[in-house]
């Protein structure tokens, strides 16, 4: 691994599973100290118990804070958490999301729906007002938002998620602009990957859904995490405002499977 973050501090959301964990395991390998969020306390322990040992560095460059992305107040506390343990908040990877919501928007709970715009889109800014005012309006810094290939073209089957995927990436363009040249803002756009969220797209068939893809597989956490690392590293100096998918080029081939 390169040590291009030594020094560094990143905040990941929804981190104790999935891309989540493995943007926070790149970013641990790569040199940051890392905090990671998530609602079950027992699962984010362990997992930020593994991530020191899997990297072979201290715990103490690892911080676990557990908390709900829709409470304002488990926001303040991981972004307070993450200043007073390493100093400075320099990365923020929003990466929870929420997905209850199946099938036509015409029939959807909207009681659902409100809340899958709350944690994938409300959330997100609220993390990066917080992250702006404890840190990074004065010193700098780079947001990540995870959106989805779901934001950028339409599924029929995952409409409301699809939508508040898509106001997230209008959201990285409305921060990019606002919040530089301090502070750089983009978002990555994964299809299918490998993951318990996901698990229901692909359980039973994954070579029939891999088919869809011109790289014939499905996306791992890691494909995701070395685009993230990228992204917020400084080799990604001039880049903001930016969605990049990460997809297998499904989207190159006009539809979404």
Do not use: C
């Not at 104790?16 to 905090?35: K, N, P, T």
């Not at 609602?39 to 460059?61: C, E, M």
């Not at 557990?66 to 990365?91: I, Q």
């Not at 999301?97 to 015409?106: D, H, R, T």
């Amino acid at each position: 691994m390169t040590s291009e973050f030594t020094g560094k501090a990143a905040l990941v959301t929804g981190a104790s599973r999935g891309i989540g964990l493995g943007i926070a395991r790149e970013l641990l390998g790569r040199g940051a100290s890392v905090a990671i969020t998530g609602r079950k306390a027992d699962a984010l322990a362990a997992a930020a118990a593994g991530l020191a040992d899997d990297a072979g560095v201290s715990p103490d460059r690892v911080l676990a804070v557990p908390g709900n992305a829709g409470s304002a107040d488990d926001r303040a506390e991981a972004v307070r958490l993450v200043v007073e343990r390493f100093g400075r908040l320099d990365v923020l990877v929003n990466n929870t999301g929420i997905n209850p919501v199946f099938g036509a928007l015409v029939d959807a709970d909207l009681d659902a729906v409100r809340k899958i715009f709350d944690t994938n889109v409300v959330a997100a800014l609220g993390f990066v007002q917080l992250a702006w005012r404890a840190w990074m309006g004065e010193h700098g810094g780079a947001v990540l938002n995870v959106a989805s290939v779901g934001g950028l073209r339409s599924t029929g089957a995952i409409g409301a998620y699809g939508a508040s995927k898509a106001a997230l990436i209008r959201l990285t363009e409305e921060l990019a602009w606002q919040l530089g040249p301090k502070v750089r803002v983009n978002a990555v756009a994964p299809a299918v990957v490998k993951t318990r969220f996901a698990e229901a797209l692909y359980t039973g068939r994954e070579e029939d859904a891999a088919a869809a893809y011109p790289m014939k597989r499905l996306g791992t956490p890691e494909d995701v995490a070395r685009l993230v690392a990228f992204l917020v590293s400084d080799a990604a100096e001039w880049i903001t405002g930016e969605t990049v998918r990460v997809d297998g080029g499904l989207l190159a081939t006009g539809t979404l499977g």
